[in-house]
């Protein structure tokens, strides 16, 4: 099983602010309890064998001042802001222990916004719901991958990554693309 | 193959402007236009900065990012001029343009509270220093 410390993601994400992340992260998992193990479903990973395939788990663990933090997120944070930056802290963990590169930027792109990979090596979409079965990931996760290939970004880079999580079943899709 | 070098400056530029675009696309999404705007106008000065640093390789990304922030922040002269430097590389750029087209700039509100706010956190994490906190806020009015 991998294992990740959460608050290691601003070591490993170097050019993100990851402290609101952090904290929204702990504030879902299983509200504050750790570990927290997150099953990563993935899909043609460039770092993974050739020819394996997901899931593998992934223990999440947070020091006791983490969850201090969390709390506070939760007080301060509509719902949505709070599971969009839940997501992304736990994107940037998938990123790190499954070895697939660094989330080092976020741009403006029309009326949202995209992570770039590796310095502009690869588009990324993440996305979480906070409750929902695994029909409601597999949907979320299939929208997301229309979006991401429908992308001018994409559709200029020819490499991006999807990653959505639902945090009530403990659970995420990530999977890589390369037209 | 070992990972080329990024410039510092170019590091810590992309930090800043992410950190920004986050915070303005939350308090968007929160209703508070008047601080998504003065951040949003904050993030496409930096992604304008950051396309005159990086290779031509990178540059349209940026460019394309400057504009849709300038969009966002109604200053749809900044944004039209951002984005007609990209059409060729990034189509969806011209469609951004005909919504700039024919309107008028809107006031930045200027309330400052979400750039306070923002830029205590980034003293905090030590991506400024606070001299240079000092100098955005009185930079700011």
Same mark, same amino acid.
Request: charge should be positive.
């Given at each position: 099983m991998l294992k990740y410390d959460i608050e290691n993601i601003g070591k490993d994400h170097p050019a993100l602010l990851t402290g609101n992340f952090e904290a929204c992260a702990v504030a879902l998992c299983s509200g504050g309890a750790s570990p927290w193990p997150l099953e990563i479903e993935w899909h043609d990973l460039t770092k993974r064998p050739a020819g394996t395939v997901g899931p593998e788990t992934c223990e999440l663990t947070w020091q006791a001042s983490s969850k201090t933090c969390a709390d506070k997120a939760r007080k301060t944070y509509q719902p949505k802001r709070l599971t969009e930056d839940a997501a992304i802290g736990v994107c940037a963990v998938a990123f790190t222990a499954l070895k697939e590169g660094t989330i !080092?930027?976020?741009?403006?792109? *029309?009326?949202?916004? !995209?992570?770039?990979?590796? +310095?502009? @090596?690869?588009?990324?979409?993440? =996305? *979480?719901?906070?409750?929902? !079965? !695994?029909?409601?990931?597999? &949907? @979320?996760?299939? +929208? @997301?991958? =229309?979006?991401?290939? *429908?992308? =001018?970004?994409? &559709? &200029?880079?020819? =490499? *991006?990554?999807?990653?959505?999580?639902?945090?009530?079943?403990?659970?995420?899709?990530?999977?890589?693309?390369?037209? | 193959m070992p990972k080329k070098p990024i410039d510092p400056k170019v590091e810590r530029l992309k930090a800043l402007k992410s950190a920004y675009i986050l915070e303005a696309d939350a308090s968007m999404a929160r209703g508070s236009d008047a601080a998504a705007m003065e951040l949003f106008v904050k993030a496409g000065e930096m992604e304008l900065q950051l396309a005159a640093l990086r290779s031509a390789r990178h540059r349209p990304v940026s460019l394309f990012s400057a504009g849709s922030c300038f969009l966002r922040a109604k200053q749809y002269r900044q944004a039209m001029r951002a984005l007609e430097q990209v059409v060729d590389e990034i189509p969806e750029a011209r469609e951004l343009m005909a919504v700039c087209e024919g309107k008028e700039d809107l006031p930045i509100a200027g309330t400052a509270a979400g750039l306070q706010a923002l830029v205590e956190l980034l003293v905090k994490r030590k991506v400024i220093t606070p001299d240079e906190w000092a100098g955005a806020l009185a930079a700011h009015g």
């Open positions: !080092d930027e976020v741009t403006a792109h *029309g009326t949202g916004v !995209d992570y770039w990979v590796d +310095d502009q @090596r690869a588009v990324l979409e993440i =996305s *979480g719901i906070e409750k929902g !079965d !695994d029909a409601e990931l597999k &949907k @979320r996760h299939k +929208d @997301r991958t =229309s979006q991401l290939k *429908g992308g =001018s970004l994409f &559709k &200029k880079i020819k =490499s *991006g990554y999807v990653f959505v999580v639902a945090f009530g079943r403990k659970k995420a899709i990530f999977s890589y693309y390369n037209k | -």
